[in-house]
């Protein structure tokens, strides 16, 4: 069973700045972070597989970068020039094709105008 840590998340406002830290407990090929909104299905921010891919929500593009150290499975979600409309709980994924998927206990975000 792999074991998800975040860490980071909190309040800001516009404009500001934070960072999402997520540990696995093994490598997984493929990491990244999810939110989801109240009322509004999770969806999908950022992800990033070991050899360094990633995939970004176009609404987060030029604004969001997700990294990935992966001597310490950690990924990190730097997130900058957020908006109100970022506001949500994120959660940690981690995927693989053999290992599976798993989830994280979420972090919330908020973002005040």
């Known amino acids: 069973q792999v074991q998800l840590m975040e860490s980071g998340g909190g309040l800001v406002q516009a404009g500001e700045s934070l960072r999402l830290s997520c540990a696995a407990s093994?490598?997984?090929?493929?990491m990244g972070w999810y939110r989801q909104a109240p009322g509004k299905q999770r969806e999908l921010v950022a992800r990033?597989?070991?050899?360094?891919?990633?995939n970004y929500a176009d609404s987060v593009k030029g604004r969001f970068t997700i990294s990935r150290d992966n001597a310490k499975n950690t990924v990190y979600l730097q997130m900058n020039s957020l908006k109100p409309e970022d506001t949500a709980v994120y959660y940690c994924?981690?995927?693989?094709?053999?290992?599976?998927?798993?989830w994280g206990q979420g972090t919330q975000v908020t973002v005040s105008s």
């Open positions: 994924n981690a995927a693989g094709p053999l290992s599976g998927t798993y």
């Open positions: 093994e490598t997984i090929f493929t």
């Open positions: 990033i597989t070991t050899i360094g891919s990633t």
